[in-house]
């Protein structure tokens, strides 16, 4: 059970991380929002994937971390709207 918590820690951190350097935040963020951006970006990323029927990112796979890092990318996107930035 701990080791599973702490692979989705990993995995949400990659993600996240990935993310940020795409859409250029990734300055201006740290490890910890990284990690948060990363695992909410999964299950939207998961939730977007299940819509178009393209998969989920229930899986540590290399399709799991693309459908994670694409919802983290999402996140961003939207709260930088939203911040009007």
């Known amino acids: 059970m701990m080791l599973n918590v702490l692979l989705w820690i990993v995995f949400g951190g990659v993600a996240g991380w990935l993310a940020s350097i795409i859409m250029g935040r990734n300055r201006s963020m740290g490890l910890v929002a990284n990690v948060v951006v990363g695992l909410i970006g999964s299950v939207l990323g998961g939730w977007i994937a ?16 693309g459908i994670a890092v ?8 939207l709260v930088r ?3 009007g930035k």
Not at 71 to 76: E, K, N
């Open 50 to 65: 299940s819509l178009v029927g393209i998969g989920s990112f229930k899986d540590f796979s290399l399709a799991g971390l």
């Open 81 to 83: 709207l939203l911040k």
């Open 70 to 77: 694409l919802g983290a990318i999402v996140l961003l996107w």
